[in-house]
């Protein structure tokens, strides 16, 4: 594995720019890909190897797969088992999932469950990784609520370019609760996995880490093919949002302004529905949606744009062609998931994101990763407020900050209360240059190491991250 010293001889100040979208100032020629020609695939769900009373085993091979992304042409990315993004695992609370890896790729891998509640040996800690022919099994007890959780690559430096390269899979978690609502399901209820890609015109998929507008900039991707179109009945869907970029921000709005409602975000299900125009996810994060197509006559074609142009993305998404009728038993209660109230916090603690002009370094606190150092001992079960601070203003970089293991709250940006789309259960939040963000998080049921990072994976690959060590 790279270490830190070659990362930064290979270019940190540059890297750290390019995935910087406030910075990125031009555009450039996009791929040979019409918009709208390819049909929005829908990734397999993974099925069991095996099934055991209260338990699902699975396994998944990491390796190179040719696939198609531009029409007509092969592109070679980093899979699990060959899908692009990964298969989607679906689990329920309370039955334990069990996934075997093996890594058959000529880079190391650690596979880390985003925003799921898990013993350290199984949450892919940056250095706690697969080699290359290796094996490793991670237990997932889905003690938590349902919830859109995804797995990617955690290899500490080599992150972002696996992600980048396929590395990401989403994990539909599911319960009781979630399924006595009556949202859409079944062929109602669909993943959009977003995220940009910097593809040649033979298809070749490019990353280099030192584009000033960021290795992923160029052709958004939704479940892997270029902004694609969706046939859809005019009734109610359900889409599990997950933005899997680099470090793209999409603020997603129907082009007709027509709302959508949101319904959850990282951590499950808002307690009540949010109508909305517009739907932000920025690097990592997830939203649920409902979009109600009934009002559109058969024939009719509407367009999902994203209206966060840093340079380099276009501003088309996805385009639903309503297609036929279709009957409707779905609903949007009211009333979804009431929010559990975690106590009154007993520590403060601050983090101060920044980057170091000198140095071209991202910076928590003053420092970068150290795998020997822990950058904070919180007790298990006692409530803490963590004051995360973004300095840069000179240079205006977001940064998404994403800990591993728990679901906190944001209790507010700047003094004040954050919109409705976050006030749930989140595990990743975009700090703006120059703000404050104050959450509450209680970590709960395990002790151990765990890390917190920038989800920008840019700046976590170039060591923006940091160390928890749970205590009893
Ligand atoms: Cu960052």
Redesign the pocket.
């Known amino acids: 594995m790279l270490n830190r010293r070659q990362v930064l001889a290979a270019g940190v100040l540059t890297a750290g720019f390019a ?1 910087t979208p406030l910075l990125r100032a031009t555009s450039r020629a996009a791929a040979p890909a019409e918009p709208f020609s390819v049909r929005m695939p829908v990734p397999p769900v993974l099925r069991p190897a095996a099934r055991l009373p209260g338990c699902a085993i699975y396994h998944l091979t990491m390796r190179e797969a040719p696939v198609e992304i531009l029409p007509g042409r092969h592109t070679t990315v980093r899979t699990f088992d060959g899908s692009f993004p990964g298969p989607t695992i679906r689990a329920r609370r309370g039955e334990t999932v069990i996934v075997r890896q093996t890594n058959k790729l000529d880079v190391p891998a650690a596979v880390h469950l985003h925003g799921g509640h898990v013993e350290p040996q199984h949450d892919g800690h940056p250095m706690d990784v697969i080699a290359p022919g290796d094996s490793r099994t991670y237990v997932y007890p889905n003690r938590q609520r349902a919830a859109a959780l995804w797995y990617h690559d955690h290899a500490h430096h080599l992150e972002a370019e696996n992600v980048y390269r396929g590395l990401a899979g989403l994990y539909l978690l599911t319960d009781p609760e979630e399924e006595r609502l009556g949202l859409p399901r079944g062929e109602y209820e669909l993943p959009l996995l977003l995220r940009g890609a910097n593809l040649a015109e033979d298809g070749t998929l490019i990353y280099d880490a030192t584009d000033v507008q960021g290795p992923d900039h160029g052709t958004t991707l939704v479940n892997g093919r270029p902004t694609p179109y969706l046939p859809v009945a005019a009734r109610r869907y359900r889409f599990r949002i997950a933005n899997v970029s680099s ?1 793209h921000a999409y603020v997603l709005k129907l082009r007709d302004g027509s709302e959508m409602i949101q319904i959850g975000t990282d951590g499950g299900l808002l307690p009540e529905p949010v109508r909305t125009g517009a739907v932000s996810v920025w690097s990592a994060e997830r939203a649920d949606v409902v979009i109600d197509f009934s009002r559109y006559p058969v024939g009719s074609r509407v367009y999902l744009d994203n209206t966060a142009l840093f340079g380099g993305e276009t501003r088309d998404v996805l385009r639903f062609d309503v297609v036929r009728e279709a009957r409707d038993d779905s609903r949007v209660p009211e009333r979804l998931v009431p929010l559990e109230d975690l106590g009154p916090a007993a520590t403060t603690r601050t983090f101060a ?1 920044s ?1 170091d002009l000198a140095t071209g370094r ?1 910076l928590i606190n003053g420092a970068v990763f150290d795998p020997d150092r822990v950058d904070a001992r919180p007790r298990l079960g006692v409530p803490e407020i963590w004051e995360i601070t973004n300095s840069d203003t000179r240079i205006p ?4 900050f994403h800990t591993h293991l728990e679901q906190f709250r944001i209790l507010d940006r700047n003094g004040v209360a954050p919109p409705a789309a976050e006030r749930g259960r989140k595990d990743t939040l975009t700090v703006h240059p120059g703000e404050t963000v104050r959450i509450k998080v209680r970590f709960s049921t395990y002790t151990g190491r765990y890390v917190f990072h ?3 994976l ?3 690959a170039h060591a ?1 991250m940091g160390q928890l060590q749970i205590e009893p």
């Open positions: 995935s470090g994101l980057f991202y970089i977001p940064h998404t920038c989800h920008m840019e700046h976590s923006m």
